[in-house]
């Protein structure tokens, strides 16, 4: 299939969420995957997906470098939302082992300590998978702005992007008119939350992602390029 006859079954439901991932797994059923990262703005789509179908599978890059936060709200939205199929994708034990022994590889390499811990174990994962959702949103950072809802990669497999269009007031609306539970971080000012040690809460006027890769030049961890 490519992307025109995908665009074809999916455009009519492409504004309303719940219904295209109902249709995207409907099309491609075991071949589908969620990605989440249980962040700051993840419940929504999770909830979603939990209106769409429980059983969707949930892929969760579990890098070992998580906030004890974040491991304890994924918990609590497998239980508050009734998923059913959540998989923790983890980095190669020899990988770590070999570049990264003393954990520290993030502070001086870490595009090298993403591409072990992230990009690598997602493209062994993503083998099983002819499409990947995620919760991606163009408005997020500059870097996502002409992201679209159905993209198809070079290698031929789909991303679906179903909240691309919405803004972060969107987002929140939802989340407040569904009453579902919020990160406990994004009080303390973390807008867009992944690592710990790669993580710091944004100020005032910021954009969220500001907060990801303080003080250096990268702005993704590579899974999405
Ligand atoms: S976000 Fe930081 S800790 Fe996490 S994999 Fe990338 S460099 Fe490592």
Redesign the pocket.
């Known amino acids: 299939m490519d992307i025109n006859q995908l665009e074809l079954q999916l455009n009519p439901v492409k504004d309303d969420p719940v219904a295209l991932l109902r249709k995207t797994h409907d099309i491609f059923g075991k071949k589908l995957a969620v990605l989440s990262s249980f962040g700051a703005e993840s419940v929504l789509l999770l909830a979603m997906v939990a209106e769409a179908k429980k059983n969707i599978r949930i892929l969760f890059l579990n890098?070992g470098?998580h906030f004890e936060e974040t491991l304890a709200y994924k918990e609590k939205l497998i239980e508050v939302l009734g998923l059913t199929n959540i998989v923790d994708v983890t980095p190669e034990k020899q990988d770590i082992d070999h570049y990264d022994p003393t954990g520290e590889?993030?502070a001086f390499d870490?595009d090298a300590?993403?591409r072990i811990?992230?990009v690598e174990p997602l493209q062994r994962a993503s083998l099983s998978y002819k499409a990947l959702v995620t919760g991606r949103k163009r408005s997020q950072a500059s870097t996502r702005a002409t992201m679209q809802i159905i993209e198809q990669r070079q290698d031929g497999t789909f991303r679906i992007n179903p909240l691309a269009f919405w803004t972060a007031e969107d987002i929140q609306k939802e989340i407040t008119r569904r009453h579902l539970p919020p990160h406990p971080l994004v009080s303390h000012g973390y807008l867009s939350i992944?690592?710990e040690?790669?993580t710091r809460p944004v100020q005032e006027g910021e954009e969220a992602r500001c907060g990801r890769?303080s003080g250096l030049s990268k702005t993704e961890?590579g899974i999405h390029l």
Do not use: I, N, Q
Request: proline share 7%.
């Open positions: 890098t470098k590889l993030w870490a300590c993403c811990r992230k992944g690592c040690p790669c890769w961890c």
